[in-house]
């Protein structure tokens, strides 16, 4: 019985920041002021500034017609990969698989591309509006496999807000 209290408990304190957060990500989404870039940018910064394990955080975008994904809004170190051709890296993995990534130890996958020494572990989470895969959202973690199933379930509600302001 201690074990299942233990548990409940240890799964409401890890999905407190995520709750916590919702209400501040659909303020900035919906503040029709802004620009859309702008508001993508503010939840970065809120995601990073407020999840310790949040490193890096950005939006990738398809670019246009081409088979590739553009970097449109980040918060963190700055990177060299604001092009990844879809299929090279994990962000390009998910924009051929249409599925969430998540990857503990970012040294065992052969095909990472590395944005800095530091990044230990990363889950990327893909945004449909209508269907369609248009981009994702990346998270670059500085700590071990850092990264819950409360991660990925709070990342695709952050990523349906976005569909709903690019909709």
Not at 110 to 137: H, R
Request: aromatic share 10%; glycine share 4%.
């Amino acid at each position: 019985m201690l074990a299942i209290i233990f548990e409940y408990f240890c799964t409401k304190i890890s999905t407190m920041p995520f709750q916590k957060l919702k209400p501040e990500i659909k303020t900035i989404l919906e503040n029709d002021n802004l620009s859309v870039d702008h508001r993508l940018s503010q939840v970065c910064e809120v995601l990073k500034e407020n999840i310790p394990y949040y490193d890096w955080v950005g939006f990738y975008f398809k670019n246009g017609d081409k088979d590739e994904l553009k970097l449109r809004s980040f918060a963190g170190e700055p990177t060299d990969h604001t092009i990844i051709p879809f299929g090279k890296g994990i962000c390009g993995q998910v924009a051929v698989s249409n599925e969430n990534f998540v990857v503990p130890d970012v040294k065992a996958q052969t095909n990472y591309i590395a944005c800095s020494i530091n990044v230990k572990a990363e889950i990327v989470v893909p945004l449909f509006l209508n269907g369609e895969n248009i981009g994702q959202i990346d998270i670059d973690s500085h700590t071990p496999d850092p990264f819950s199933k409360e991660d990925e379930e709070f990342l695709e509600w952050v990523n349906e807000k976005v569909a709903e302001v690019l909709s």
